[in-house]
């Protein structure tokens, strides 16, 4: 019989796989857990989350057998994610029907005001202009071609687009099959390049979004974190209240960008922000236990980020967020020229004081939201503010 002090964090095991082979185990036939005995016993240096990983991406080719662990885990591992997810879907509509309706519009900065400064008291931030309209509405064609390229590949080989979509939260609703939500790792292309160099561009001076991203990351040296979209189309559930890293005292490590490609209306769930909660240790606490935590939401203010075409909102990423259910258009607004996805670009910033080992890119939803090989670029803030373009990568796209 394996027991516990076989795996744990003295070998370099995730508390997260460490609980998966837990509950595993507990289902798990004598012959399933005999294969497991033997890799602990003889891991040389593997851990278990590579052998769990490894086993549950093992391509079974028809007729083949493929052990007895192999089989079990994959049968386990997704039924637990398929009921994981629905969980965290039922929670989150519980969430937001805590909400009500008192959530206020996220205001936009005042001319004159201070960015950086705002975000360090709130959190979050509302920037407007930040993009022209003429490149968000091209941005947004190019991730749309995107996500359904993937998509397509996907239906024929999950495999074959695992490097392109990050794991989002609420993909389903509840009860459905039906993808309704995705998160588009996006290339270095030559449409994404010129829009991250116009959202970073100093026209603006002091009042302009790189400014602030440079007063808040530690300076230019900041590293491209993540870049990516975020589409929603109807149906969509709300997600959970969440953080995109957890609450420290070290400070700030990472800040997001969420751009606006194209008018974000309130049927469309647009993103819900709580004030304040980048710094309070309380909230996340609540949100960690695993007691109901609608009564947080009950209590707490929030805002909606309601954008036009163009407009960002800009956000330390401890500040407790999520996005909203997306519902059809109300009928006065009419189905007649009314974008049906809500796409919004992301980019983030990592703290130049930051370390790999302080934040990595697994830190954030699953494997990271950027592609390896634009993650091996190490692009600068101060490179994205030059005046000069990062050359694009491969053929223009």
Known sequence: MTTKPHWGDRYGDSPQAARALELFLKVATPEAEKVVDSFLSAREG?????????????????????GPFVAEWQAFASGATSKNRSEVAAKAWDQWRAFGERATPLLALPAGDDAASRVRQLGVVRMDGCLS????????AYVLARRDASAARSAADKEASANEL???????????????????RLPW???????????????????????????????????????????????????IVHAD??????????????????????HQGPTRFLPYTHTCSRSHGELERDSPDAPLCERVDSVSALLSCGDVTLY?????????????????????????????????????????????????????????????????????RADVCVPVMGPVE
Not at 166 to 184: A, F, H, I, K, Q
Not at 245 to 266: K, P
């Open 189 to 239: 292309s030559e449409i994404v390049r010129d829009c991250v160099h116009e959202l970073m561009a100093d026209r603006d001076g002091p009042a302009s979004l790189g400014h602030a991203l440079s007063v808040l990351s530690g300076g230019d040296g900041a590293e491209l974190f993540e870049c990516a979209a975020i589409i929603s189309t109807e149906g969509a559930a709300p997600q």
């Open 133 to 140: 309209a003429e490149s968000a509405t091209a941005l947004r």
């Open 166 to 184: 990050s794991r989002v939260l609420s993909p389903r609703n509840v009860g459905s099959s039906v993808v309704t939500r995705w998160d588009v």
């Open 316 to 384: 330390d990423s401890r500040t407790l967020h999520c996005g909203g259910p997306h519902r059809a258009p109300p009928p006065e607004m009419g189905r007649e020229g009314a974008a049906v996805e809500r796409v919004l670009f992301y980019v983030s910033f990592k703290h130049a004081l930051t370390t790999e080992a302080e934040l990595s890119n697994d830190d954030v939803h699953g494997a990271g939201s950027i592609l390896p090989e634009v993650a091996a670029r190490k692009l600068s803030l101060g490179v994205l």
């Open 245 to 266: 890293t957890i609450q420290t005292d070290a400070g700030a490590q990472l800040h997001t960008v969420f751009v606006a490609l194209q008018g974000i209306s309130e």
């Open 46 to 66: 593997r851990t278990l989350d590579v052998f769990l990983l490894a086993s549950l991406r093992q391509t079974v080719q028809p007729g083949e057998d493929p």
